[in-house]
């Protein structure tokens, strides 16, 4: 239980030492490992990020979440902005006091959501007009109004607002999502920077975007490192629908042009071998639905890959979800039980799969940790996804461990 | 997070030394206090029991359970005798290890469910054929295979197989519930003691029925009675549909036949002035869905009565759902965040309001004992009564505070 104390304390902030300074400790091939120092701790890299749409990870309290080792959540300024709203948050004394979380949140800015669950009714230069997907009420957002919203909910990282196209998204569409961003990260930085002088403790990511389209990426990154310096960049506009193949492609192509120094944060991205594909082409952080959702719907992430837990074959199975993990799950109750949780529809049963799932996931980053701190990763990694999906080839598993929107 | 150990050790049974013993501690007007002691540790009365119909607490962990106090849960026979099975449940080590719950269980032997949830095809004086409520399957159900379902669980305590009619069933229908009642729990009793012979680590408690008509509820206490000297008696058929007052009635005329040295267990009933109102007429055991059911529903138990968590009132208010209340919700969230769980639909509220009101009930009974030991119950629950509904006169409330089936 912690105490409703007001959230920790807030480093200074000046041109030499940035709040949000990310730390290089090894290389190993592409992948990395770093530390990243934030106004409420430390995120140690690769990482995963759980996702906190409305302020709390679905069915997980944040106890649990300090317990399965999240050592930063997500939450998104879009849901929190149309409810309960931004200035209740800050009245309240900020997301990290409203929702009892003490270690680093992000708050992602909301441009996915706007195109994706929104009712657009017109985007121009200026802004984003459209309808709420809750009420139809109809909203207005522009770049520094989700700077503003961002800094009402007080997140040790923001992300600035970006025109999101889909997956699928012709070579104009999404030239022209790259040159509106541009123009929108220009005001967003202006606008943190007036908010943030008094503050101190945000920082705040660029979100690259650029379809399937490398040389847009490029123009996208190209046109973000010339307005400032940044701690991390956001990859935005994967893993909505485009081809794996053509994900990868970027990612590849996009990696020896981002900074050494800084952090990469790939937006959207959690399913286990996906992760571990990023992680070794370069990638440092990543957040998804699938851990919560897929424990929700009954889905256990396992090594041999992902298991629907109503299997006739778990009906007496003594044994936990996954042997010799160290989840809460784990070491209580057997696959039986967990079973017996679903088929009943018992509430718990969406609790103690989605703790193993994000458990699952944090426990991947931190091994893909060891064995780059440790210079065996590509052995490391080879043998891990070897054994995932081993399920699917004996039949006990069930499809979709690949990339996927969350 | 508990081991996986098997559960705790069994007590020796003889006919001078009952596993199960009530001790009564002290008396304050018809208001009693004591201890019972079970396999798996002591039961504190007056006590509140939170209900695992499925082996599970609804939204709630064994863990949270036992922090916020409880010393004692349900699970119903009827249920896991459908689902998963009590032999699947035997073969995995019983229900304490199955649903990782270590202090003690009781289970309900079905009759309320029998009787209220399936489908009835036929009631003999031999046991009782009917449709289950989940795929319509046949089964025939014995009082022998009911006391064989409650030893496969292997819970603490187990309930007498009874016929449980309506609340307001006229005086045959009761005459003959009573009757048959008997003649079950002769049977009840002979299967047990085959059973336990080899065991010796639960009780078996008798169920007294006669539905509003006192007469026929002394009937049933002397019936039960005549068979042999038990460690405490379930009253059950009551708070099921019949108007309150006949049920204080039942109550009050029955309390002074109910042997001093055994426990009183009032089935099914769970708000907080009902309890008050039996604990001060002499009983000493009660469980309820009440608590978690409303707590899912958005009611929140408060000293001034239940209040609906979405009142605009709570949006921005900072305070715990109850000030100065010592559960892990009120010690982590605002109402205003509780709020927010639930306009925003969100499984952690179902959980935070479960755990709060399970706490306020537990502790309202350890308030209610300490009141006893203290030799001023009476002037404690007046008080306490007092300012309960305070918030309905107000118009803050919501309607139902009352005796209600769970």
Known sequence: MSARAKAGSQSGRSADQPVGRFELEARDGAARSGTWQLAHGAVRTPAFMPVGTHGTVKAVSPEELAALGA??????????YLRPGHELIRKLGGLHRFMDWQRPLLTDSGGFQVFSLANINRVTDEGVWFQSHIDGSRHFVTPELVIEIEHALGADVTMAFDQCPPGQADRETAAGAVAR???????????????????????????????????????????????????????????????????????????????QDSLRYLMGVGYPSDLLEAVRQGYDLFDCVAPTRNGRNGTAFTSAGPVNVKLAAWRDDESPIEPGCGCWACSCYSRAYVRHLFVAGELLGLRVLSIHNLYFLTDLMRRARAAILAGRFDVWVEEWLGRYGSNQKRGNGIAGTGLRTG
């Open 71 to 80: 050592e930063i959540v997500l939450a998104n300024a879009y849901h929190l």
């Open 181 to 259: 961003t541009q123009g929108w990260l220009e005001r967003c930085v202006r606008r943190f920077d007036e908010l943030s002088g008094s503050d101190g403790s945000q920082v705040l990511l660029p979100v690259i975007q650029g379809g399937t389209y490398l040389d847009l990426r490029l123009e996208s990154l190209r046109g973000a490192r010339a307005l400032r310096s940044w701690v991390g960049y956001g990859i935005g506009g994967l893993s909505v629908g485009e081809p794996k193949e053509l994900t990868y492609e970027i990612l590849t192509g996009l990696e020896p042009d981002l900074p």
